[in-house]
T-cell receptor, first 109, second 112 residues
Framework: EDKVVQSPLSLVVHEGDTVTLNCSYE??????LLWYKQEKKAPTFLFML????IEKKSGRLSSILDKKELSSILNITATQTGDSAIYLC?????????FGAGTILRVKS | DSGVTQTPKHLITATGQRVTLRCSPR?????VYWYQQSLDQGLQFLIQ???????AKGNILERFSAQQFPDLHSELNLSSLELGDSALYFC???????????FGPGTRLTVL
């Protein structure tokens, strides 16, 4: 059965800290791995990683795909209270996305 | 704002009823996806349409159906509603059938 597991389930940090969120997967016919940020409502697209693009960076956020270990990490440096959200990892195969349960991040001021 | 629109924002109805959720994809996107998000199940893929045709099916119940119209908007029909159908329903779109999907604001369905 296709599976995406995220860890930790939740964490609380202080502003300025660096956090690392983990995602591991077991899917057949892997095509891509995506990270989304979900605040009040809709998931917002952050990154998509594929075999041809295993590392992405945007501002304080960066992500790496390890195809050997079937995993990915999302790093957030110099965290701000606005980073508080649920971070979702999804793995694409065929036309489908399978989502993990998410990591709840709370950044305290 | 992703450019994907969904109506209505909220819907409250009774068990046994039928509702229709509507989605308009981003301009130029041909693919529409429907997802259900509940507290205990997380985000679950329901169904995908590409340019009017069904392309992929996930964990969609037989009581649920969807279609995509020639103008590319999509509707998700939920019938014989049960309490357990209460959830957030998201629509997402992508240019073709790629995995990079952009989500609408969702419709919160409450079944009483």
């Amino acid at each position: 059965e296709d599976k995406v597991v995220q860890s930790p389930l939740s964490l609380v940090v202080h502003e300025g800290d660096t956090v690392t969120l983990n995602c591991s997967y077991e899917v057949t016919n892997f095509r891509s791995l995506l990270w989304y940020k979900q605040e009040k409502k809709a998931p917002t697209f952050l990154f998509m990683l594929t075999s041809s693009g295993i590392e992405k960076k945007s501002g304080r956020l960066s992500s790496i795909l390890d195809k050997k270990e079937l995993s990915s990490i999302l790093n957030i440096t110099a965290t701000q209270t606005g980073d508080s959200a649920i971070y979702l990892c999804a793995v694409g195969y065929g036309n489908k996305l399978v989502f993990g349960a998410g990591t709840i991040l709370r950044v305290k001021s | 704002d992703s450019g994907v629109t969904q109506t209505p924002k909220h819907l409250i109805t009774a068990t046994g009823q039928r509702v229709t959720l509507r989605c308009s994809p981003r301009s130029g996107d041909l693919s529409v996806y429907w997802y259900q998000q509940s507290l205990d199940q997380g985000l679950q893929f329901l169904i995908q349409y590409y340019n009017g045709e069904e392309r992929a099916k996930g964990n969609i119940l037989e009581r649920f159906s969807a279609q995509q119209f020639p103008d590319l908007h999509s509707e998700l029909n939920l019938s014989s509603l049960e309490l357990g159908d209460s959830a957030l329903y998201f629509c997402a779109s992508s240019p073709r059938g790629g995995n990079e999907q952009f989500f609408g604001p969702g419709t919160r369905l409450t079944v009483l």
